[in-house]
């Protein structure tokens, strides 16, 4: 019990959570929109309090882990949390009801991360899995008026819990081959005894469930819809936020328990990398809603990532790290523009972005350069996200899945270039007022064009930070 202060960013962050549900209820309805300040403010008190933690370290209770490597991801879920909570100030306020309601969930959610990443064993795992895909089901269908959002809500919960329980079938096999549902445990289970036909089908199906969660080829399916139903804040938040998530319990899951089967699960990784990144970028081509483009580009990115695992190695881990962190800030800088937009002319069709650039050019900058460094273009932090993670697989001697993963980036190109046409040589159409923008969120724009140029121009701190908290997976 001495160690939980180990878990002060965790009970801080379900304090927050329910304190903004209590708001939402006491608060006047014409006050509400304090309600965001406060969660914004809360948040970014909990990422200073979580960085301040960084080298903190412990196991409580013999299955929840506080390590650099839990610590990074909850600092990357607070700063997608913070923006979303700006980017979201006046979106909510258009919708008129249920404010406390929506930050609170969106807390919740994080907190459902934070216990997902830092989770040593199977139960407390899949139980952070659980309140993070509850509380999205939720934000997907929380614009009432609109049946897409509906349909964003149905989607993801018919489909959250199909791959809930495809995951869960997939931990009992598990639990039953080794003994133990303490991922260290298990790992040791399985070096002494061997593969069993249960391991591996348990494998399949561990591998299955979360594929779902980030949206790997054939498990996409649910994406799209939602991501353009759902308030384009949270699809944001869901496709970067919930990604990382689902990578962090991964890495856990696979380098801590199953390293030992690595020959069997790689080749599967390979085929849902390969999958990822072709029908990720090619599908994107022929989209007209810019929700819908950076949907199937947020497919193609989980393909990128996935070869960090393919990798098996540090290298391979540090640049899932490292591309996850920028990853936040290049869609959700993407989405924030996308959010001014649609809260000034109501549309989130590409063609009506014609001419943004002279109603905004902040706007249209932000667009642009955050769609360049999920290109993987320099001096953007895309690009050494990228080269971190070709690296790493050209370095285990998969030369041809790189060019893949090159030739992928380049067709990336042509459809985030249809964007950049449409805003910079597009005429805006007659009688178009200049954006208005809050001032809040032309901060946060800012400060993630800023990010993604400081991490591209001078990312050794991350790198090396990302680098040493992934060798601790490798350490007997």
Not at 48 to 54: H, I, T
Not at 199 to 218: C, R, W
Not at 428 to 451: D, F, I, N, W
Request: hydrophobic share 55%; with cysteine.
């Amino acid at each position: 019990m001495a160690n939980l202060y180990l878990l002060t960013v965790e009970i801080l962050t379900a304090a927050l959570g329910l304190g903004l549900l209590a708001l939402g209820l006491l608060v006047p309805k014409s006050d509400r929109r304090g309600i965001g300040y406060v969660a914004a403010a809360g948040l970014a008190g909990l990422m200073v309090a979580a960085f301040s933690m960084r080298d903190a370290s412990g196991v409580i209770l013999g299955g929840y882990v506080i390590d650099s490597f839990g610590t990074y991801f909850k600092v990357l879920f607070l700063a997608a949390a913070l923006l979303t909570a700006v980017c979201s100030f006046d979106y909510v306020e258009k919708m008129g009801f249920n404010q406390g309601e929506y930050y609170a969930l969106l807390v919740l959610a994080t907190l459902g991360m934070m216990v997902l990443a830092s989770s040593g064993e199977l139960i407390s795992l899949y139980l952070g899995l659980e309140l993070m895909t509850i509380t999205f089901c939720i934000l997907a269908a929380y614009r009432l008026d609109d049946a897409r959002s509906a349909e964003a809500g149905i989607k993801y919960v018919l489909l959250g819990a199909m791959s809930s329980a495809i995951l869960l079938y997939g931990l009992s096999l598990v639990y039953g081959a080794s003994g133990s549902t303490v991922i260290k445990e298990i790992g040791q289970a399985v070096a002494a005894g061997g593969a069993s036909p249960a391991l591996l089908l348990g494998t399949i199906f561990l591998l299955a469930g979360f594929a779902f969660k980030v949206t790997a080829v054939p498990f996409h399916m649910w994406s799209p819809d939602v991501y353009e139903g759902a308030p384009t804040p949270v699809t944001g938040f869901l496709s970067v936020a919930s990604k990382a998530a689902g990578f962090a319990a991964l890495v856990r899951v696979f380098f801590g328990a199953l390293p030992d089967l690595h020959n069997f699960w790689v080749q599967l990784f390979i085929a849902l990398a390969v999958l990822t990144m072709v029908l990720g970028n090619l599908v994107a081509i022929p989209q007209t809603n810019i929700k819908r483009l950076l949907a199937y580009s947020s497919i193609s990115q989980a393909g990128y990532l996935l070869l960090g695992i393919v990798s098996f190695s540090v290298l391979g881990i540090g640049a899932i790290m490292y591309y996850a962190m920028l990853y936040v800030f290049g869609n959700m800088g993407a989405f924030m523009a996308a959010t001014a937009f649609y809260n000034t002319d109501g549309s989130d069709e590409i063609r009506d972005y014609a001419g943004l650039a002279r109603r905004s050019p902040l706007v249209a900058a932000v667009m642009l350069f955050s769609l360049l460094s999920l290109a993987g273009i320099p001096p953007m932090a895309g690009f050494v996200g990228k080269f971190y993670l070709f690296m790493s697989i050209i370095s285990r001697g998969y030369i041809w899945l790189a060019i893949l993963g090159i030739l992928m980036s380049m067709v990336s190109v042509y459809y985030y270039l249809l964007v950049a046409k449409a805003m910079y040589l597009g005429n805006p159409p007659e009688g178009s007022q200049p954006l208005r923008v809050a001032p809040g969120l032309q901060v946060a724009m800012v400060v993630s064009l800023l990010v993604l140029f400081l991490l591209g121009i001078y990312p050794t701190p991350l790198t090396d930070y990302a680098m040493n908290s992934a060798v601790s997976f490798f350490m007997p």
